[in-house]
């Protein structure tokens, strides 16, 4: 093992082919990257870049066609199913593209099925308290239909944090939703990250990649740019930002009168 | 993950599509019902041959007229009366009397159909001609009132005893007492001399007890106007002789009936004894049980069938739910047993649902069909054993399908 202290991803000349109607698709074309404990990345690049395939493949959801690939210095082609499943449920919350919450179940239980895959106790009170965490608290019984798309996306991000892993995937987890949502959702990562636990997000707005603290950029399967965040946001100063009142035209009459 | 959280999760899952999972359950609870009713009736029917056999009285044979064209050809033979009855009461007297070693009593019997009244009321019943040894022979007996006598059967007299039907026909009162009263035989007035305990149940869905008795040849002259009997019934000494009574009675006849060889298909009549009657009785019914299993098994293989069909478009329409689950940690087999474990919900509450039906139904048939229909605890235990096969069987392939699934593909599923 060659896991330096505090490298927790280390991908090597990752090779991802797929076969589409008899032409090959290159989704990932010789990817390096590491990743240390403790960071957040942002992941960048146009549609069909290969941001999802890889973040499949960091996630231990799918797997690399040539290349090495080490979470935490295990090299994961040498896993079987079950260890993939058991790394899914402890070491990594994903929070998907699109909301990924079962339907016609509670956020509560939604919440709770990472601990009951990792068979768990007190399970009630850990995704009570994740929700909690999100701002979800009085929202725990309702279902994805009663939900905003703010709140969905919070609740998969309970889901992801419930049991506590060290790192944190995300893939395009502010797409479709309002600015002040999003900026929520970046304000719990960013917080989520202060207390140690790695991200690694993809998105294709650069407001929100900039939430990180370090931006690799894609195209075409392969890493062309990877440099730290200069100006970084902190969504704790946008959310004040965006909540000041601002005078309208209404106002400033009422004032005058 | 422990069976409970499997079963929570399947449960949540039924629950959440009602409708669906109410329509596959009752699938399974036609086929359970199906089978419950079919064990019921296979074991009333089997009841119903074994006290038949048990009220025909012990050590019982029964000689009975052979196929027809034997019948005739050896009619032609013996006289020239064309009478199509070959057995006649000599040949029922001398059993009696060369036998008495083998032979404990005879009783001749000589069937008709009668039209019978009393005042307004009119039916149709049948005639039974014999001797004061019937009673014995069948292991019959009177309720009310006497058998008539050896002396009123050589008179030739007008007297008679009725089975209940008879009577209920007459009086509307299956326990009517007609004894001392004149009933009108084919318009001939005949003294009720006793009432027949009731039989109950009979054998070809004949009702034993819409019945006349009286004297052998009082039917035989006065009603029916023939010169030969129906049939004999025998009783023998003992069960061991029952077999050397047989050869003895068959020997007989054909010596008597001028019978040549070959035998036995030259014989004009026919000897049965309990054995192959139970034998006869019992391969009816099991004809009748297999036919109706054929039917359970179907019914039940359809029910199988559908609950495979739900699971796999429910697998189908949750594949995305299967791609989150398994993202988030769930292994193959976690998957597979949720599954499973739906499939095996739905078809022991259909099961349960079943064995109540067809519990109901059983008591149904019984109370109002007429059937013999017993319910047995050991099938009600097969029945869910049974259902709860037929789910895992038919819920592995869904299942299966559902465990195999690439989390990728399923994530991507639209
Ligand atoms: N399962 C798949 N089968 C075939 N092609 C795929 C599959 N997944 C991704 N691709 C292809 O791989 C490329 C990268 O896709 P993806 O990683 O989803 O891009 P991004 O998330 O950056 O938009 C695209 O050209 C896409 O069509
Ligand atoms: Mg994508």
């Known amino acids: 093992m060659d896991a330096k202290e505090g490298l927790l991803l280390r991908l090597r000349d990752i090779l991802k082919i797929y076969i589409m109607g008899g032409q090959e698709v290159r989704a990932l074309d010789g990817v390096d990257l590491d990743v240390n404990v403790g960071e957040f990345v942002s992941i960048m690049g146009p549609s069909g870049s290969g941001k999802s395939t890889m973040m499949n493949m960091i996630g231990c959801l799918d797997v690399p066609t040539s290349g090495s690939y080490q979470i935490d210095g295990a090299e994961v082609s040498d896993l079987d199913d079950d260890e993939l499943a058991s790394i899914r449920n402890r070491k990594i919350g994903f929070v998907f593209q699109g909301f990924n919450l079962i339907a016609r179940t509670s956020a509560l239980e939604n919440v709770e099925l990472p601990l009951l895959y990792g068979r768990q106790k007190d399970r009630r009170a850990a995704a009570t308290a994740a929700l909690v965490r999100v701002g979800l608290g009085d929202r725990l019984d309702h279902t994805s239909s009663e939900l905003s798309g703010g709140q969905q996306q919070r609740v998969a991000i309970a889901r992801a944090i419930v049991s506590k892993p060290r790192l944190i995937l995300a893939d395009e987890p502010t797409g479709n939703i309002s600015t002040l949502q999003s900026e929520e959702i970046m304000q719990i990562f960013q917080e989520l990250n202060d207390d140690g636990v790695t991200i690694v997000m993809v998105t294709h707005e650069l407001d929100i990649a900039k939430h990180g603290k370090r931006c690799v950029d894609m195209r075409d399967g392969k890493i062309v740019d990877d440099q730290p965040v200069a100006d970084r946001l902190l969504a704790k100063e946008m959310i004040e ?12 009459v009422a004032v005058g009168a | 993950m422990g069976i409970l959280e499997y079963f929570r999760l399947a449960i949540r899952a039924l629950k959440s599509n009602k409708m669906r999972t109410a329509l596959t359950m009752l699938g399974i609870s036609i086929g359970v019902a199906v089978t419950i009713l079919v064990v019921a009736i296979g074991e009333g029917a089997t009841k119903s041959v074994a006290d038949q056999v048990n ?5 019982l044979l029964t000689v009975h007229q052979g196929p027809r064209e034997m019948r005739l050809t050896a009619a032609a033979r013996t006289a020239p009366t064309q009478s199509q009855n070959t057995l006649t009461l000599d040949d029922a007297d001398m059993v009696m009397k060369l036998y008495p070693d083998t032979i404990a009593a005879v009783a001749p019997q000589v069937r008709g159909s009668i039209q019978i009244r009393l005042f307004g009321a009119n039916a149709t019943s049948s005639v039974l001609g014999t001797t004061p040894s019937y009673l014995a022979v069948n292991n019959q007996s009177v ?18 005893v009725l089975g209940s039907t008879a009577a209920e026909n007459l009086t509307g009162n299956a326990n009517a007492d007609l004894t001392g009263q004149n009933i009108s035989v084919n318009r001939d007035d005949y003294l009720v001399v006793g009432m027949l305990t009731t039989k109950g149940t009979g054998q070809g869905g004949q009702d034993p007890d819409d019945v006349v008795i009286i004297p052998v040849s009082t039917a035989m002259q006065r009603v029916l106007g023939v010169t030969g009997i129906s049939d004999f019934s025998i009783s023998c000494v003992s069960p061991e002789l029952m077999t050397l009574a047989q050869q003895e009675v068959t020997s007989l006849l054909r010596q008597r009936h001028h019978l040549q060889p070959p035998f036995p298909q030259n014989d004009d009549f026919r000897v049965a004894n309990q054995t192959d009657l139970l034998a006869r009785s019992e391969s009816v019914t099991k004809t009748m049980t297999t036919l109706l299993t054929a039917v359970a098994v179907i019914s039940l293989i359809v029910g199988g069938i559908g609950i495979m069909n739900v699971m796999l478009m429910s697998v189908k329409e949750r594949t995305r739910e299967i791609g989150i689950r398994k993202a988030i940690g769930a292994r193959s087999r976690d998957i597979l047993m949720q599954f499973l474990t739906e499939a095996s919900i739905i078809s022991i509450l259909g099961g349960l649902q079943g064995v109540l039906l067809g519990v109901v139904g059983a008591l149904l048939l019984a109370s109002f069909g007429g059937w013999n229909a017993i319910v047995s605890p050991t099938a009600l235990v097969i029945a869910l054993v049974v259902s709860a096969s037929v789910g895992i069987f038919f819920g592995i392939h869904p299942a299966q399908k559902a465990a195999s699934m690439h989390p990728i593909d399923a994530l991507r599923y639209e």
Request: aromatic fraction near 6%; charge should be positive.
């Open chain 1, 241 to 252: 930002e965006l909540k000041k009142p601002r005078p309208t035209s209404k106002q400033v």
């Open chain 2, 55 to 59: 009220g025909m009285g012990t050590n």
């Open chain 2, 143 to 160: 309720r009310k009132g006497r058998f008539f006598t050896s002396m009123e059967n050589e008179s030739n007299l007008k007297v008679c």
